[in-house]
């Protein structure tokens, strides 16, 4: 990189991979870089959420010998010969290990290796997209280097941690400045700004006085004030670098904030804002775009959407022959003839899976405690319809479902008796994948507003450790790291325990756990269309992410990747232009 660079974007990153869909599009950092680079900014991008990366650092005889070891983990707990099992977990124990500290060794020096590129570079602003866990921990870590060997240079923090956890990511004062909220345009003034500073100093004390006296600056439907409506602002376009190595989907917003916004434990609740569908035309520029780069798999990225904005594109989609694929999140609601009908058109323009959150099968609980604002048979009537409405289209519709649990419950009702109702609401609904979550409390949700009430008790320290704490329902509660916090009396180990009871109960089923809803419609379109191909997948994707290896992984994604450029090309040739040829090796 020789030219001037006005801001450096890096995406964070963990040691290990948590689900196959974490090497996607990097469509935010894709829209900032376009953004910007209009308005007259020059931006590079950094991002090493690939599908070979994740092997980076550890010799390839660590990665075989911990795949093996898993392998055989793996098979002995299916066969439940459960006196093999610790001893094949303690002879893992050393190799995960190494693993990890290889691992490590290699982010630390990628970290050194972005540092030393700001400082020789002389950019004057990074900015650090930051998720939750280790992914925070190499956001912190990056920050502080480059604060240390580039003292002049600015780091901003955004994202789905910021977004989150809010003000708790400047308390520590790693990050200079952090966005909450869409950054595109806040990131516009910040250069700008940038550009007619003398200093960093000055520059900062322009900030506090012109946009923000804390160093949280919260824009959009972040901001702590209602907005009317959202701004779309543009349409993302990849480079060959963005697509190389990576799974080959793009992910959408076809909307903002939630026709709900009252439940209890979302943290979306934080976005003041009514919900705001974005103009479809907007949306047929943006799937063009992404057909001309040789990508037709989609995910809807609003937390809900409704069924009036999902007939509306599926309108567009027919009204002019495109041809995609796509997933969307869907709210339960009252079933009618006209939901019915949208949902066979939104179908046959390509919808291939949903995914719903559901939270218990309790009335009472859902209620009470979770002020979800549907009740069970909303659920079963939703689900029964879209199954009803993929047979009436002729093309598969694939349902997740997902749950929280254990979960506070309210005066009268067992914790037992809500286990019970949820497994009653699988067997009515017999959904195509379940991920059940447990119980979680995050700023600004009436949750952790009142914990107490709720039977939540999280000592002072809870929310800081939260953030850099490495979530993975795929180890045994024993493993998992100590935290300050219980519900009803049950600590994490205690409440991690009964989180598996309920999935063993649910894998029991026939069931598998944990797909998410873009893999659903994904897995479907290379040929994986059966629940036993489903749990075949769930299980080599297991072994990849435990073993952190991308053995099964790279074979999934030529797969989809293959898939997503021909049925770009089936599209219209004004719209299936040709597309760049993703190059090898690239960051």
């Not at 955004?158 to 200079?176: K, L």
């Not at 006209?338 to 899976?353: D, E, K, P, S």
């Not at 009142?450 to 800081?464: E, L, N, R, V």
């Not at 300050?484 to 009871?501: A, H, W």
Request: glycine share 6%.
């Amino acid at each position: 990189m020789n030219k001037r660079i006005d801001l450096l974007l890096v995406n964070s990153f963990a040691p290990r991979n948590r689900i196959a869909s974490d090497t996607a599009l990097e469509n935010s950092l894709a829209l900032l870089r376009t953004y910007l680079e209009k308005k007259g900014f020059a931006v590079a991008v950094i991002d090493e959420q690939r599908v070979g990366a994740i092997e980076k650092g550890v010799p390839r005889w660590v990665n075989r010998l911990l795949r093996r070891l898993v392998e055989w983990q793996i098979k002995v707990y299916a066969r439940q010969k459960k006196l093999l099992l610790l001893p094949l977990m303690l002879a893992a124990w050393p190799v995960q290990a190494a693993g990890l500290y290889f691992r490590r060794r290699y982010m630390e020096e990628l970290a050194d290796t972005i540092v030393k590129l700001v400082k020789e570079g002389n950019i004057p602003v990074v900015g650090i997209k930051s998720w939750y866990g280790d992914s925070y921990k190499w956001s912190a870590m990056l920050a502080a280097k480059v604060r240390q060997a580039a003292p002049e240079t600015v780091v901003v923090v955004g994202g789905p941690q910021v977004n989150v956890y809010g003000e708790y990511v400047t308390r520590n004062r790693h990050f200079d400045l952090a966005i909450m909220g869409p950054g595109e345009q806040m990131l516009e003034k910040l250069l700008r700004l940038r550009w007619t500073a003398a200093n960093k100093e000055e520059f900062l004390r322009l900030v506090r006085h012109n946009i923000s006296p804390a160093p949280l600056i919260r824009v959009g439907q972040y901001s702590g004030k209602s907005v009317p409506t959202a701004t779309f602002n543009s349409i993302p376009r990849y480079t060959p670098a963005e697509l190389t190595d990576k799974m080959l989907f793009h992910t959408l917003v076809d909307g903002v904030g939630c026709t709900w916004n009252k439940c209890n434990f979302c943290s979306h609740t934080r976005q003041q804002i009514p919900y705001t569908p974005r103009p479809v035309e907007q949306i047929k520029g943006e799937i063009v775009t992404m057909i001309q780069q040789g990508i037709a798999f989609f995910r809807f990225s609003s937390s809900e959407t409704p069924v009036y904005q999902g007939k509306a594109i599926a309108q567009m989609l027919l009204a002019n022959n495109i041809n995609i694929r796509y997933s969307m999140f869907v709210r339960a609601g009252k079933v009618t003839d006209q939901t019915y009908q949208a949902y066979c058109q939104m179908i046959r323009a390509g919808l291939r899976a949903v995914f719903m959150g559901g939270e218990t099968g309790h009335d009472a609980v859902n209620a009470a405690i979770m002020n979800k604002g549907v009740t069970r048979q909303d659920i079963i009537d939703t689900i029964h319809c879209l199954k009803l409405a993929a047979a009436e289209a002729g093309a598969p519709c694939r349902i997740g479902l997902a749950l929280i649990y254990p979960c506070p419950v309210p005066p009268g009702v067992s914790l037992e008796s809500v286990f019970e109702a949820n497994l009653r609401l699988i067997e009515d609904t017999l959904p195509d994948t379940v991920i059940v979550n447990p119980p979680g409390i995050f700023p600004g949700t009436i949750w952790f507003e009142q914990a107490d009430s709720f039977g939540f008790k999280a000592g002072a320290g809870f929310t800081p450790e939260l953030m850099e704490y490495e979530y993975s329902i795929h180890k045994p509660a024993e493993f998992w790291p100590k935290l300050d916090y219980m519900l009803n009396g049950q600590d994490v180990p205690r409440l991690l325990r009964e989180n598996g009871r309920l999935r063993q109960a649910i894998q029991a089923m026939g069931i598998p756990i944990g797909v998410s809803d873009e893999l659903l419609m994904m897995t479907e379109a290379i040929g994986y269309r059966s629940k036993l191909d489903l749990l075949q997948f769930q299980k080599n994707s297991l072994i990849d992410i435990m073993s952190g290896s991308s053995q099964y992984l790279r074979t999934v994604v030529d797969q989809i990747n293959a898939s997503s450029q021909a049925l770009a090309a089936t599209n219209s040739p004004h719209f299936a232009a040709d597309f760049p040829v993703p190059r090898k090796n690239a960051i």
